[in-house]
Nanobody, 124 residues
Framework: QVQLVESGGGLVQAGGSLRLSCAASGRTFSRITMGWFRQAPGKEREFVAGISRGVGISTYADSVKGRFTISRDNAKNTVFLQMNSLKPEDTAVYYC?????????????????WGQGTQVTVSS
């Protein structure tokens, strides 16, 4: 089992930037595929971005391509989500997820471990 702790959320104006972090423990981090999901009020939790174990192949939801960047620092057991050009519709609780699969998945059910989430609010 992997323990995950997100940080970096907050309130930002539209057009601004935030960097989310997710610290992992419990398994060898370099062997874990990581994902970011988000859930807005009244909506389903949706995939945002994922990065594979090993070489770090990344994938993104269409809604964030070109604005968000996922990265990982295996020495620090941390995955990051750099969010630029934020929009009010990006407002949500952002969750970090982990699994031993080889490549990131956009399916929530494919991830075994989850963090508690961090709130991101984008004002217009």
């Amino acid at each position: 089992q992997v323990q995950l702790v997100e940080s970096g959320g907050g309130l930002v104006q539209a057009g601004g930037s935030l960097r989310l972090s997710c610290a992992a423990s419990g398994r060898t981090f370099s062997r874990i595929t990581m994902g970011w999901f988000r859930q807005a009020p009244g909506k389903e939790r949706e995939f945002v971005a994922g990065i594979s174990r090993g070489v770090g192949i990344s994938t993104y939801a269409d809604s964030v391509k070109g604005r968000f960047t996922i990265s990982r620092d295996n020495a620090k057991n941390t995955v990051f989500l750099q969010m630029n050009s934020l929009k009010p519709e990006d407002t949500a609780v952002y969750y970090c997820a982990a699994d031993l699969m080889s490549l990131p998945s956009s399916k929530r059910s494919d991830y075994a471990d989850w963090g508690q989430g961090t709130q991101v609010t984008v004002s217009s």
